[in-house]
């Protein structure tokens, strides 16, 4: 396993007026045998970066590179295996499970020992190696997203990256999930990105969190100094708003504040200085004094504020009660 | 295609007999020049050109000739010419349809732009440009119908190998490092299959009639070589002599057309290109237990509610299956359950809303002092239009994208209380405020897509307080948003209920989302309500299921160092469901009085659990501090 690092990567869509930057120069570290956890909201650009590493959208700028070296031709990017979100859209009706895994075992192997390889990792994934003849559609949700992830270790990744692989599932099989991957994780000493808008989840499976807000990185650090000391308000605002028992909808947050925008700024037209300032709970809506925000982008400058987070007023901490 | 799907194509009458033609003509086309074919060359000095007599029952040709038994024998050279156009077609248009996957952006880009160039051009011409091409003759036309039909064909092509490009599985072949061409064999044709094989039978029919035209016009099979359009011709010409003459070798034509296009047609209403409603009524529900007494000041009130579904191997499927449900006024009750466990379809059965082919049934079923079930589609809508308001969870798809959102709104107090449309618009913005819209005035003249995900949301609430509904049923309204706007709608839908004093019925997976907003949580497995618990009392939840239910989702406090809790298996298939309990099999306190049903008995104040061995022991979550949803 190597280390995968973002450096500067930029992802463009569309042009002229339309245009739009998905991803605005991520520099994101995932060390080698560790798990990061990517959130962000749906639109933030973090489904996009994990596309951009495996190669299906082009880069517009920076570069991806395992342990220094850049990634650029797709021998290179196999290197990487990305599992998608809906398991019932990302294995092909018509193929058994077994062709579907073997696609993925690198050429080179005989056709017997395809086979041996398919139903060893069936067996890794929890699964019956007699199941490699049954179709996806035989299969449960759950099941499918083992296959799937068996598909990924097929091809001997040095990083596998996992895209909210947990929220096209119901509850009771997501856990059966989560521990897998986690339990892969340490016997195969896998380095993973692992996306999720889900909060809990990332935490569950992560020791590095980086949060992502329209296409930038806003704060990285270990899991547990981010969530219960967050240097970036936005990631303060997840945390406050996930859901969960013991906390009444009624009991107030900062970002309930009627004085903030209540929507997500359009990706086509990002506000100028901070990206977050007009939902910012500590930032010039409710601070007039802090016209910086307005003003003056904190991205320079992120990588010397402690967990590298894009606020001008990182130095504040923002301890979350009770976590 | 299945092998069912076959069968279900022949077991359809019109399938069935279009198979049934294709399968005489082919035994024809095999057998009739073998049996016939010297007779139909014989020539009959003594009978030139005769009509219809006992030892020639068609007539005869100017040689002479037993029509008859010349349409006969005339069926292989049609068929055969007819399905060799059809594959020059058929293969053409696949490679020509698959070159803007192989080729780069820009090559793909004008094989494109050619076959959109060609598809303009019409095909009899194209037919007959290149007949003058190859020459006149069998050979000729059979690669001018083959080619002229090509461009067309690759259209289809090109077009459902972009949809099936877009999807997940392709991506992920490619990320395998699956070759373009493997690709292109492995994944992308065998998923276009059924529109192509539906596609290609049609076009057999096509192509036998062109080709009937052409040789009927000269250009096709020369003599002495025959088929149905040669023969066409020559009967034609002495039509007021001896009409057999041309009418046999034209109804030949008709026939086989009509055979491959009914054929084609009968596949695609299989592979699901048109379905097939079926109208019969299932078998009543056994009386289980004498119907309870409504509570009076009930909103909702629904008894051993039933949604049937036709199976597809015959009989009914139930996801929805006995479930008793009662909304007091201005309750706000959250339903849970996984995917498949009857939730959303209880909700729409309720509001009316339920899928055609669905069979509502219920011993009892009020919503806001209506019986809906047994009255017309028109006079549930006068009753029930504005006391019910759905928000439903893809905001996008229930909205009419063409329409302004401030019309859209205002449609409703138009058509329920016959407003004047100023009155109605100035209505419609109000109500956008008043779900906290940011400048409704000008949002209101916006088109739903320049909402966000979450406005969207805020609009269809706003929607349903365009009157002034009893009951407010969301279903999953906060699953495609973010935490933080799914905060900011569950707060309105608090807000808007403590305000009007509506019901809020709140469909969700999520446990944690609806204990936050609800009074009382409804589980639901299998098609049935398993428990009904006060929020308050969640930690103290009786059934084996909702207690898994709630140890297997993590939160921010979980141990990271234990495995989550799971529950094993998976949920029963509606059409196969176990005997008794449906949660027994996966159940770790399963015995065997499991095998027989249980039914909801209270276990606490207020708390009804469907359980035969129901839990009593407190959970072990930090749950004693739930208090979301008190009011």
Known sequence: MRELSFEGTTVRFGTGRSALTAVDGVDLTVPAGSVVGLVGESGSGKSTLAKAAVGLVPTAGGEIRLDCAPLRTRRDRRKLQLVFQDPHASLDPRMTIGESIAEAVPVRRRRAARTAEVARLLEL?????????????????????????ARALAAEPEVVLADEITSALDVSVQGS?????????????????????????????????????????????PADAVLSAPRHPYTRTLLDAAPAFGVALDDPVPADDPRLDAEAPSPHDPPLGCRFHRRCPIGPLTRPERTICAETDPQPGAADRPHRAACHFAAEILEVPGR | ???????????????????????????????????????????????????????????????????????????????????LATAICVVAGVILGVLPAVLGRRAGRLVTAAVNLAVAFPGLLLALFFAVIFGVGARGAVLAIGLAGAPSFARLVQTNVAAVAGRDYVAAARVAGVGRFRLIARHLLPNIGEPLVVNATVMAGTALLSFAGLSFLGLGVQPPAYDWGRLLGEGLDRIYINPAAALAPGVAVIVAGLAFTLLGESIAQVVGVRAVRRRTVPEPAPQEAAVAEAEPDAVLAADDLRVAFPAPGGGWTHPVDGVRL?????ETVGIVGESGSGKSLTALAVAQLAPDAAHVTAQRLEVAGVAPLGRTGAEVRELLGTKVAMVFQDPMTSFNPSMRVGRQLAE?????????????????????RTVRVPAPERRAHQYPHEFSGGMRQRAMIAMGLMSTPELIIADEPTTALDVTVQRQVLRLLKDV???TGAAVVLISHDIAVVAQLCERVVVMYAGRVVEEVPVERLGQAAHPYTRALLASVPDLATDRDRPLATIAGRPPDPADRPEGCAFAPRCEFADDACRVRPGLAAVAPDQRAACWHPRSQPLNLALDAVTGGQA
Not at chain 2, 21 to 38: E, K, N, S
Not at chain 2, 412 to 432: K, P, S
């Open chain 1, 125 to 149: 994934v929890g699964l019956n190696p007699a199941r490699a003849r049954s179709l996806p559609s035989g299969l449960s949700g759950g099941q499918r997203q083992r296959v799937a992830l």
């Open chain 1, 177 to 221: 999930v989560l521990n897998l991957v986690r339990d892969l994780q340490r016997r195969l000493g896998l380095t993973m990105l692992f996306i999720s808008h889900d909060l809990s989840v990332v935490r569950y499976v992560s020791d590095v969190i980086a949060v992502m807000y329209l296409g930038r990185i806003v704060e990285a650090g």
């Open chain 2, 1 to 83: 295609m299945g092998r069912e799907q076959w069968q279900a194509a022949l077991r359809n009458p019109v399938g069935a007999v279009a198979a049934g033609l294709l399968v005489v003509l082919a035994i024809l086309a095999v057998v009739a020049p073998i049996v016939w074919g010297d007779a139909a060359e014989e020539t009959d000095p003594a009978a030139l050109s005769q009509g219809s007599t006992s030892e020639h029952v068609l007539g005869t040709d100017t040689l002479g000739r037993d029509i008859l038994l010349r349409v006969l024998v005339a069926t292989r050279y049609s068929l055969g010419l007819a399905l």
């Open chain 2, 326 to 330: 009662t909304v007091r006024r201005g």
């Open chain 2, 412 to 432: 409703v107090t138009r058509v329920h209380e016959r407003q004047g449309r100023r009155a109605a618009l100035a209505r419609a913005v109000d109500r956008l």
């Open chain 2, 497 to 499: 209920q403590a305000d």
